[in-house]
Every structure is written in structure tokens, then in C-alpha cells.
């Protein structure tokens, strides 16, 4: 796992945009990125989902266009024993502690309701609508 500059680890993009002068706005947003996206997992944790990507970063279309079309990929669970569900209320919980923007709050507990939802069987829907004519 790599090692930023303070001696802490990160993941993917936030990795890439770090090792270098961000070059597009992509590696920007990752650079200046400071969410709970970014202490989510634990750096041997493993068997992570995008379902447990959209509830670290706060993705509920995300969330909801998985679940729609595989609802029992709530109950997917990472090394450390997490669900989707139970990542997205520890980013509620600590957008609560850290005094986090509401809408980033708002994202992840609407990620924990989509989670919710597919426990408890209910139908889940996602229509795609293009944007691209």
C-alpha cells in the first residue's frame, strides 16, 4: 500500500493525484479530497465492493443503481466483517463528530437507507436516464 508524505496510506486515485502536480480536474477533486472515503477501510482490509465504495464516499445513485439490480449484495461483507449498510453509518456518524457539510452527511445516510431497504426486501428501482444526445 503506498505512503503519502505524512506517512499515511491512501487508495487509488487519491494516490495518484497526491504523487504529482494534479494534471486535469479529476486529480484535482482527488487532491483536495478529505472524506471519510479516504479512512474508510483499514489498508489490509479486503473483499471491498463498489457497494462499500459508494458508502465510504457518500454515492447514493450509486447505491441505488447496485442495489436495484442486486439487492442481496447488501449483506456482502469486507474482511473485516463490514456491510455496505454498516460503512455508511460510520461515515454518518463521523460527518456527526467532524462537523461535516449536511449535504455530505445527507449522501451517506441516504446510502444507508438504500442499504436498508434491500435488507428488508423491499424493491428497489433505478431508471436510467441518458444525458448524452
Known amino acids: 500500500m503506498p505512503k503519502l508524505p505524512d506517512g499515511s496510506f491512501a487508495r ?10 494534479p494534471k486535469n480536474q479529476t486529480e484535482e477533486f482527488w487532491a483536495r479530497y478529505d ?19 459508494s458508502a465510504a464516499f457518500g454515492w447514493p445513485q450509486q447505491a441505488q443503481f447496485l442495489l436495484a439490480r442486486n439487492p442481496e449484495h447488501w449483506a456482502d461483507r469486507t474482511s473485516y466483517g463490514r456491510t455496505a449498510l454498516d460503512v455508511a453509518r460510520q461515515a454518518v456518524a463521523w460527518c456527526e463528530v467532524n462537523n461535516r457539510p449536511k449535504a455530505e452527511l445527507e449522501e451517506h445516510a441516504e446510502v444507508a437507507s438504500w442499504c436498508l431497504a434491500a ?15
Open 119 to 133: 435488507q428488508q426486501g423491499k424493491e428497489i428501482s433505478f431508471d436510467i436516464v441518458g444525458t448524452n444526445d
Open 35 to 53: 472524506g471519510f472515503g479516504n479512512i474508510a477501510f483499514q489498508e489490509d482490509e479486503t473483499a471491498i465492493t463498489p457497494l462499500h465504495k
Open 12 to 21: 487509488g486515485e487519491k494516490w495518484f493525484a497526491l504523487r504529482s502536480r
